[in-house]
C-alpha cells in the first residue's frame, strides 16, 4: 500500500487565520489531490499537482493554495480561513500500475478542520 | 447537472439480501470507472474498479455500459460489515470525480 498520510488529523482554528494542511507521500507518485468532504455533496477536488511545482485548480479552489516543492508534500493552505471552509480534507495520490488508464488512487485519513 | 449522479439512500436491508446501485456519469470522455467504499469518519477505499466487459470480486459485481453512461454493482448475501456509503467515482482528464454516494445500512 502507498504511504500516505495528512497532517493535523484535527485541528480548530478562527476565522481569519491561515491554515496549511499536509499531505506526504513516500513512494514519488507524480499525481496528488486535495478534496473536501461535506454533507450533501460528497467529494469535491479543490488543486490538484501533477509534479513539482506543477499545480492546477479544481472546482472549488476559491479560498484555497497549494504548493508542491517537493514531490513527497502537497500542501493546502487557506490564506484566511471562513466557516464555509469547516470540511473533511482528504489528499490523494494517483499510482501507475502499469498499461494504459491503469491507475489505482488511495486516500490519506484525512484532516477534520473546524473554523469557528 | 451533476457529472456522477447515485442514487439517493439510504438503503437498508436484512442480512442475506442482495442490493443494486446505480450510477451515471455526464461526460462521455470519461476513462476509468471505480467503486469506492467509504466507513463512517474514514478515507474512501478502493472497492472495485469496472469494466466494460463486467468484472466480479466474490460477492461484488460491477458493471459498465459505456453507451448508456451507466455504472451498477451488485452485492450478493449481504453481510452487516457491508454496511457503508458506496461511492461510483469515474476518471477525466487525470481527476477523480465523485457521485454522492449512496448508504447501505445492512440489518441482522
Redesign the interface.
Known amino acids: 500500500d502507498a504511504g500516505i498520510t495528512q497532517s493535523p488529523r484535527h485541528k480548530v482554528t478562527e476565522t481569519g487565520t491561515p491554515v496549511t494542511l499536509r499531505c506526504h507521500q513516500t513512494e514519488n507518485h507524480r499525481y496528488m489531490y486535495w478534496y473536501r468532504q461535506d454533507p450533501g455533496h460528497g467529494l469535491r477536488l479543490i488543486h490538484y499537482s501533477y509534479g513539482v511545482k506543477d499545480t492546477d485548480k479544481g472546482e472549488v479552489s476559491d479560498g484555497y493554495s497549494v504548493s508542491r516543492s517537493k514531490t513527497e508534500d502537497f500542501l493546502l493552505t487557506l490564506e484566511s480561513a471562513t466557516s464555509s471552509q469547516t470540511s473533511v480534507y482528504f489528499c490523494a495520490i494517483r499510482e501507475d500500475r502499469g498499461g494504459d488508464l491503469n491507475y489505482g488512487y488511495t486516500f490519506g485519513s484525512g484532516t477534520r478542520l473546524t473554523v469557528v | 447537472r451533476k457529472e456522477v449522479e447515485q442514487d439517493p439512500g439510504p438503503f437498508n436491508v436484512p442480512e442475506g439480501a442482495t442490493v443494486a446501485f446505480n450510477c451515471t456519469y455526464s461526460n462521455s470522455a470519461s ?2 470507472f ?1 467503486w469506492y467504499r467509504q466507513d463512517c ?6 472497492l472495485m474498479s469496472v469494466y466494460s466487459s463486467g468484472n466480479e470480486d466474490g460477492r461484488f459485481t460491477a458493471q459498465l455500459n459505456r453507451a448508456s453512461q451507466y455504472i451498477s454493482l451488485l452485492i450478493r448475501d449481504s453481510k452487516l460489515s457491508d454496511s457503508a456509503t458506496y ?1 461510483c ?1 469515474v ?1 477525466l482528464g ?8 449512496t448508504e447501505l445500512s445492512v440489518k441482522p
Open positions: 476513462q476509468s471505480f469518519r474514514k478515507e474512501p477505499k478502493l461511492l467515482v476518471t487525470g481527476k477523480l470525480i465523485f457521485g454522492q454516494g
